[in-house]
């Protein structure tokens, strides 16, 4: 209301007092006033964000500026204490009556009488400025607010100028400077050009000319590599002299003016501007480093009249790389370099074009010094607000950031991707034409604005508030930097994606993405196509998102490294595929970029006709096939196993063999054999050269293509046949072997040795020899009855050259084996393991188990039986008789033999290899028939285990009753035991986990609800749990007048089990209190439960209700509840009542 009131009031003042005067005299002073309350006005009532990184900065009130210090991000209105004002530029408050001696000013050119400043903040002060024009002249008017000279207007005439100007020589200078910077911002740096002066030129203010149009360089790409080389000369300097009489004094009261150019320095300028583009298989640092070392080596480059740069081969060729801009002050013959060898003779020739004296004819103004008007004019001190260092710093941060933008998007739409989707380059043009708009609308406002708060018609926060405006905008450098680097990225994935596809050199292949007509030749000129979809392309309204200032998923497959692995593995598949089917007449091949699928980045689709098959197409994997495995090589054919991939598209295979001295295509051969349903397959090569040495690939076979060749492996046939006819003779100890020679042998190759290797059964060599000029050979020592593997191989000797080194040498070559299996014949059967039990008609013999464990196999046994003489120890001739059994375990039975005689019994062996010697004789008397031993009957059966869990034993037996024994037989002790056991196991137990929960005092429930809980721990999810309840109970309180009924009952976490555990009591009529014992027990099954179970008694009424006052439980015994956890295969329904 006070700021109201006070609006009125000079409104009011203003209509009284100002009516009626001039407009010339009033406008000044209601511009002021207005201004004045309008900003007052403001401060009241609207907030000023304040930019990041911005302390404070001034008003329209030379005593008053915003600080952003104390009001969490917003501006506050402060003002400087006492009689101190505020200095925008240094941004403090301080004593205007202080010292006001500006340290640089050159006081030969300031007037006595110039009133000295009030508010250095706020007054024009001396300028020292590069010079961004060559067209400056001496005493000419400056406008520091627009940062522009007005040509042509000044206070003397050229006559007199030039008539009193003073040329001062200091000592000539010339030196020469390198940067490798590539922006805007950093060649200013270069050029010494000051933060004001840069912050005018940026915003668009000034124009520039001669060597100064180095600063801009507009078709710089981040891609590339530059530096620059400087060279800066100075010659002389020119003063304003103090006596000079004005001309034009009237110009004095030019409004527009804030200083005059005291002082101009003379000298030249040049920019060699050298850029070498970067392509991205190229190392940019290693590029950077060349161009720095190449650079800055041209001062010392020596040439002689018109001699070259002597250079060849690599550093020739990147020397004709770099491209060359020149930027200068001089007028050099025969025009301007354009290339590095150019560069370097104009160099090394700008000491003679630079201007010499007397004269210094090519010099031209590079640096100016600007006093303030008001040192040369009885006037008013001319307003000159300085902005802040920090306000400054952070608006020439923004355009450079603007410039930075510009130019990465340049470069994004200069790439390989940009050029070949539509869908890419809609979204970066999209991009690049708001960033434009934005830029321009930035500097058109900087246009107006720098020059009203230089002129204190705009407060700082104008410009502050520019700051904050960018700063939220989606044009916030780190925002598009991040938005920028999502499209860089998008491009460089989709470069490795292409990156090896030779395109256009394969007339079955193409990149394309869904908008281009490619695609369709493809599926138009094939009837079999696989295509690679990559789903990947962002949106048009992914940017346009952006630009709204909205967020945008960052999510991107791109940077999902397990997306990203996948699109490069199908990649590297996708290309070999290709490759081995390149220029194929049958098969197309299309790589297709999509809008982006995020749920399915990558997909392989196998097209007849244009329809993509139901199922993804699977790439042959070249891993799943690897070597051929080799599994038997003869003299004119191999075999090899092939193993069947888990790829389904893949049906067939090819075999593809050729001899390794002739590797042509016409040499080679290819099989084609389809999978079978194992997993495994074995080839046959056949009608091959002898002692010849093939390579042997594997090649997979789809519908829609061949896969890459699988590795190679190396065969050698042999150089002849195997031995043939191998037989062998045994005995106990020795084997021989003999064997014919082969029947196919090359030519040239004759056969004399022979390498003969023995084995046992477990492969173990037991001998390795090699025999000349025989086709046999004997083994000694070896163990009887014993399998022994026999290899014999053929020897051929030949002399083979070697090309590499034109030498010859003798090489052995084995052909494939022979292999015998050969048998040691048996020992004799030892007599002391017979067991022989005759009877009144016959013998029966037991030999026992064989002594042969393995091969060879036993087939039968040959039982000779002599009588033997007086003596007992000799066989009476003649009498031998024998007679053949089965090779099994099973007792031998011999009847026909008279009784009382003694005897022999002699056994021989038959195995599948031979005979063995008829064994010691074991001698039998003949018995009285009458006689009868005892034998066992058959064993009864199994008992059952004598545990139901965990280990236990079962038994069976056997009786002596099969004879029983009579007339003095023997018993069945000698036959062995009546009984046997072994051990049983049926399941293991189960652990018994039971509870109780027991009380001794009373417990009173009034009417219904929980009587004790008690809480159990169950182990099982599989089992129940059995209740028992045993309490004594009391009913108090009975109000009804006939029979009623108490219902007592288990709860488990509250609820009651789907088969209840309860018991009711009736209550009969006129009963005022009932005492008695309960018993309640019951099984609940609690399947997939475990843990902790709350279980509980509890009582209520029945269905026909009852209302007691009090029950009381436990008041005359100990009252408990008892919880065992069981396993469901015992339970059984249990209630009690």
């Known amino acids: 209301m006070v700021k109201l009131l006070i609006f009125l009031l000079v409104l009011i003042a203003e209509k009284i007092t100002v009516n009626g005067l001039p407009e010339s005299i009033t406008g000044g002073l209601k511009d002021k006033r207005s201004v004045f309350v309008r900003e007052e006005i403001q401060d009241d009532e609207e907030q000023i964000k304040c930019f990041p990184g911005i302390k404070r900065f001034s008003s329209l009130d030379e005593r008053k500026y915003y600080s952003c210090e104390e009001g969490n991000g917003y501006a506050v209105l402060k003002t400087c204490p006492g009689n101190q004002v505020y200095w925008p530029q240094k941004e403090i408050c301080y004593q205007p009556d202080e010292d006001e001696t500006q340290g640089d000013q050159d006081v030969r050119v300031r007037r006595a009488s110039s009133p000295q400043a009030k508010n250095k903040g706020r007054k024009a002060t001396i300028i020292k400025r590069k010079l961004l024009r060559s067209d400056v002249s001496l005493g000419e008017f400056y406008d520091a607010k627009n940062d522009q000279f007005l040509s042509g207007v000044s206070l003397w005439s050229m006559e007199e100028l030039e008539k009193h100007r003073k040329r001062r020589f200091a000592r000539p200078s010339t030196n020469y400077q390198f940067d490798s910077g590539k922006t805007e911002d950093s060649r200013m740096n270069l050029m010494d050009i000051d933060a004001s ?151 090394k020739k700008l000491q003679d074009y630079t201007a010499q004296p007397p004269d210094y004819v090519n010099a031209v103004p590079v640096e100016v010094q600007l006093t303030p008007i008001q040192d040369f004019c009885d006037a008013t001190d001319t307003i000159l607000v300085s902005i802040g260092d920090s306000l400054t710093q952070q608006t020439a941060e923004m355009l450079s950031h603007f410039n930075v933008l510009i130019m990465e998007i340049k470069t994004l739409l200069n790439s390989g991707p940009a050029f070949a989707y539509p869908v890419i380059r809609e979204n970066l043009n999209l991009y690049k034409i708001k960033l434009n708009s934005k830029f321009l609308k930035i500097k058109e406002k900087l246009q107006t604005l720098l020059p009203d708060i230089r002129a204190g018609k705009e407060g700082a926060k104008e410009l502050n508030n520019l700051l904050v405006e960018n700063n939220e905008s989606p044009f916030e450098f780190v925002k598009s930097e991040a938005f920028l680097n999502s499209r860089s990225l998008e491009i460089r994935a989709l470069n490795l994606l292409t990156d090896g596809f030779n395109e256009y050199s394969l007339k079955n292949f193409r990149v394309a ?183 042997v690939r594997i090649v997979h076979v789809t ?116 292999t015998l299996i050969a048998f040691t014949a048996a020992n004799p059967l030892n007599p002391n393991s017979f067991q022989a039990n005759a009877d009144y008609y016959s013998v029966t013999l037991d030999l026992g188990k064989s002594n042969i464990t393995q091969v060879p196999r036993v087939t039968g046994y040959v039982v000779r039986y002599s009588l033997m003489d007086s003596t007992g120890q000799n066989i009476k001739p003649g009498t031998s008789r024998t007679q053949s059994f089965p090779g099994n375990n099973d007792p031998k039975k011999i009847i ?164 209840p555990i309860d018991q009711a009591i009736q209550i009969g009529s006129y009963k005022n209190k009932l005492t008695m014992p309960i018993t309640i027990r019951g099984i609940c099954k609690l399947t997939n439960r475990c843990g902790n179970i709350k279980v509980g008694l509890n009582v209520n009424e029945c269905d026909s209700g009852v209302y007691t006052d009090d029950t009381d439980y436990g008041r005359y015994a100990t009252s408990s509840i008892i919880i065992e956890e069981v396993e469901n295969a015992r339970l059984t329904t249990a209630r009690t009542s």
Request: aromatic share 10%; glycine share 6%; with cysteine.
């Open 703 to 818: 519908e829609f293509g061949i896969s890459p060749t699988g590795e190679k492996v190396s065969v050698t046939t042999k150089p002849s046949s195997e031995p043939t006819i191998l037989k062998f003779q045994s005995s106990e100890s020795s084997l021989k072997i003999s064997w014919s020679e082969p029947v196919y042998q090359a030519n040239g190759i004759k056969i004399e040795d022979y390498r003969v290797v023995l084995k046992d059964s477990v492969g173990q060599v037991v001998a390795d020899q090699q025999v000349q000029d025989v086709t046999n050979i004997k083994f000694d020592n070896l163990n009887a009855v014993t399998k022994y593997i026999v290899t014999v191989k053929a020897i051929a000797e030949f002399i083979r050259k070697d090309s590499a080194t034109n030498t010859t040498k003798k090489i052995q070559e084995y052909s494939h084996p022979a």
């Open 896 to 1059: 026909g033999l008279a009784s009382g005689f003694t005897y022999g019994l002699e056994v021989q062996e038959i195995t599948t290899v031979g005979k063995s010697i008829f064994s010691s004789p074991v001698f039998i008397i003949r018995t009285d028939p009458r006689v009868t031993n005892g034998g066992y009957s058959q064993w009864t059966s199994w008992s059952v285990c004598n545990r139901m869990c965990g280990p236990g034993q079962q038994t069976r037996s056997r009786t002596c009753t099969n004879p029983d024994p009579s007339n003095g037989g023997t018993n069945c002790e000698s036959l062995g035991q009546s009984s046997q056991t072994k051990s049983c196991n049926l399941k293991s137990c189960f652990e018994t986990n039971i509870q109780e929960c027991s009380w001794s005092r009373n417990i009173m429930v009034h009417g219904s609800g929980p009587v004790k809980y008690c809480y159990f721990n169950k182990k099982h999810s599989t089992t129940s749990l059995l209740v028992s309840v045993k309490t004594m109970v009391t009913v108090i309180g009975i109000s009804r007048i006939f029979a009623n009924c108490i219902r007592y009952y288990v709860t488990f976490n509250g609820n009651e089990c789907s088969t």
């Open 513 to 695: 993405d869904f908008k281009q007509p490619t695609r369709a030749q493809i599926m138009m000129n094939y009837h079999h196509v696989v295509v690679l979809d990559v789903n990947i392309l962002q949106s048009k309204q992914i940017t346009q998102k952006f630009l709204q200032n909205e967020k945008i998923n960052s999510s991107f497959w791109y940077k999902n490294d397990a997306k990203a692995s996948e699109l490069g593995k199908q990649k590297k598949l996708f290309k070999k595929f290709l490759e081995a089917n390149q220029n194929s007449n049958k098969f197309g091949y299309l790589i297709s970029i999509n809008l982006r699928d995020e749920d399915q980045p990558i997909r392989v689709q196998a097209k007849r006709s244009g329809v993509a098959d139901s199922l993804d197409f699977i790439i042959p994997d070249v891993r799943q096939i690897g070597k051929p495995k080799v599994t038997f090589v003869s003299y004119d054919h191999f075999k090899i196993s092939v193993t069947k991939p888990s790829n389904a598209w893949v049906t067939h295979f090819l075999v593809e063999y050729w001899p390794i001295i002739d590797d042509s295509e016409e040499s080679k051969t290819s099989l084609k054999f389809a999978f079978s349903l194992q997993n495994t397959q074995n080839v046959t090569i056949t009608n091959l050269n002898y002692l010849t040495t093939y390579e």
């Open 197 to 347: 002066l840069k912050l005018s030129f940026m915003g668009g203010l000034i124009e520039v000319s001669g060597s100064a149009q180095y600063v801009r360089q507009s078709d710089v790409l981040t891609t590339d590599e530059t530096f620059t080389l400087a060279y800066k000369s100075t010659s002389f300097y020119n003063v304003l002299p103090v006596t000079a009489v004005k001309n034009f004094p009237k110009q004095c009261d030019n409004k527009q003016a804030t200083h005059v150019v005291s002082k101009v320095v003379y000298g030249q300028n040049a920019f060699y501007f050298f850029k070498r583009s970067v392509s991205r298989k190229e190392n940019k640092e290693k590029i950077a480093g060349s161009l720095q070392v190449l650079v800055k080596s041209i001062p010392s480059f020596s040439i002689e009249g018109s001699a070259t740069v002597k250079v060849d081969g690599e550093e020739k060729s990147f020397r004709e790389s770099v491209q060359v801009r020149f930027n200068g002050d001089f007028k050099l013959p025969g025009g301007f370099p354009a290339t590095f060898e150019e560069a370097v003779k104009s160099f």
